[in-house]
């Protein structure tokens, strides 16, 4: 009977020393995968700091050379008129030419960029696009734009700057 005990003992220990070395082992690799895990999470954390930050640049970009077609246009409209302070023609019918030439130019470039002009004589006011500097006794029919002082421009459909009117009562 002694040696069923022993032999009961051995196999015991046995029994432990099988379930530590897996216990053990289910650790390490338990502890394999969290470090597998912790290093992927760093690596998609720089990924999306690496991306956000390629964004930010292109957005920074985006934003200073914007305006770059633009002011290549514009930069002929400002030669015709250098242009034209240097001719040395004294007729007002020669610079009025110029100016026209000039104006149309900018009107070609304005239409370029979708830059429409907003001129509401006769139009109902509507203060998303109007700015009412003064409401007057008028023949025109009440609330309706009869002078324009000032143009108003939008660019895209959105007003850049709304016309002054004057509206009637």
Do not use: C
Request: glycine residues 2%; aromatic residues 6%.
């Amino acid at each position: 009977m002694q040696e069923e005990n022993q032999q009961d003992a051995i196999n015991e220990s046995a029994n432990q020393e099988e379930i530590t070395n897996p216990a053990e082992a289910r650790i390490a690799e338990l502890e394999a995968a969290l470090e597998e895990a912790k290093a992927n999470v760093l690596y998609t954390k720089a990924e999306g700091e690496n991306i956000r930050r390629r964004a930010m640049d292109d957005i920074d970009k985006a934003r200073k050379f914007a305006l770059e077609k633009f002011s290549n246009e514009l930069l002929a409209v400002k030669d015709s008129l250098d242009a034209a302070l240097l001719i040395e023609a004294t007729e007002v019918q020669s610079y009025k030419d110029g100016v026209q030439l000039t104006a149309n130019q900018l009107s070609s470039v304005f239409d370029k960029f979708n830059i429409a002009e907003i001129n509401p004589v006769g139009e109902k006011f509507d203060p998303n696009k109007h700015q009412a500097i003064s409401m007057q006794e008028n023949s025109g029919e009440p609330n309706t734009v009869f002078s324009v002082l000032q143009k108003g421009y939008t660019l895209n459909d959105r007003v850049l700057r709304p016309a002054l009117v004057m509206v009637a009562k």
